[in-house]
C-alpha cells in the first residue's frame, strides 16, 4: 500500500460481481478496508457515510454511466475532493476521463490486478502530496515553492508545469506516463495538433532544468509515453516525508 497509509478505504463500484468480488480479495490482501457497490445508486448511498478514501469506478454500470457519476461527484460539496479511478474497456475514453469527467486516474480494463493497484497508489500519493513531499531515492520534490532536493541539498526550483510533469513521472516510474496523461494532468487537457509538440518541449525545458546528471533519466519509450528511469543503485519505495 502507498507509503504511510494505514488501512486506506476504498469503495470499488462494478455490476460484475465476479469481478467486485475479486477485487475486493485483492485490495484485503494488500491491507486496504474495501466496501462495494453494484451500482451508482449503491455508491452514492456509501459515499457520505463511508468518506472512502478512492472511488474505482467501472464506466459502464447497469443504472449509469461512470463519468456522469464522477461528475455528479464534483458537483457535491462534501464529496468533490474524492479520489475517482475510471476503469473501460474503451481506450479512448483515458483523455475524456481527465478532461470531461474530472477523475484522478484511468485505468484500461483487462490489465493486471498489480496495474490497477499501482494506479490507485499513484492517484493516493498525490493526495498525500497535498501535506508533503514525494520523496524517490535520492529525489525529493517540496511542493511549497516547487524545489527539487537531490541527496538531502536543493538543486533547481521548476516552474509549476515542470515540477508537475517530474512529479508524474516519479509517481509512475519506471512505467512511462502516456502523452494523454501528461495533457490532461499538466498541460490543462489540451486536445489540438499542436499537443505533441508541446509535450516534448515540456520535456526538452524540464531535462534542461534537471541538468547533465539527471537529464538523461527522463527517457521517450516510442509509442508507450515518457519515464523516469531511476538508476538501480539509487532505487528505493516512492514515500511522501515531511519537510523540516
Not at 508545469?161 to 517530474?166: D, I, M, P
Not at 515518457?226 to 511522501?240: C, G, M
Amino acid at each position: 500500500m502507498v507509503s504511510g497509509a494505514v488501512s486506506k478505504k476504498i469503495l470499488i463500484v462494478d455490476d460484475d460481481k465476479l469481478w467486485r468480488g475479486n477485487l475486493t480479495r485483492f485490495f484485503s490482501s494488500l491491507g486496504y478496508t474495501v466496501l462495494s457497490s453494484p451500482s451508482c445508486a449503491g455508491a452514492m448511498e456509501v459515499l457520505p457515510a463511508e468518506r472512502p478514501d478512492c472511488v474505482l469506478l467501472d464506466f459502464h454500470l447497469g443504472d449509469g454511466d461512470g463519468g456522469e457519476f464522477c461528475l455528479k461527484l464534483r458537483e457535491d460539496a462534501g464529496l468533490k475532493k474524492t479520489p475517482v479511478v475510471i476503469v473501460s474497456a474503451d481506450p479512448a475514453e483515458e483523455l475524456n476521463a481527465y478532461t470531461a469527467y474530472k477523475a484522478d486516474g484511468f485505468i484500461l480494463k483487462g490489465c493486471s490486478l498489480a496495474k490497477i493497484a499501482a494506479v490507485v497508489e499513484s492517484v493516493l500519493r498525490r493526495v498525500e502530496m497535498e501535506r508533503g513531499a514525494l520523496e524517490c531515492g535520492e529525489l525529493k520534490l517540496d511542493p511549497d515553492g516547487f524545489r527539487l532536493f537531490r541527496k538531502g541539498r536543493q538543486t533547481a526550483v521548476l516552474p509549476p508545469e515542470q515540477f508537475r510533469l517530474l512529479a508524474l513521472l516519479l509517481e509512475a516510474s519506471p512505467h512511462p506516463v502516456s502523452e494523454d496523461e501528461i495533457a490532461a494532468r499538466v498541460l490543462g487537457g489540451r486536445t489540438d495538433a499542436q499537443r505533441t509538440e508541446a509535450v516534448y518541449s515540456l520535456v526538452y525545458r524540464l531535462r534542461r532544468s534537471l541538468g547533465p546528471q539527471l537529464s538523461p533519466r527522463v527517457k521517450n519509450l516510442s509509442g508507450r509515453g515518457w519515464a523516469y528511469a531511476v538508476p538501480r543503485a539509487v532505487q528505493a519505495p516512492l514515500k511522501i516525508v515531511k519537510f523540516q
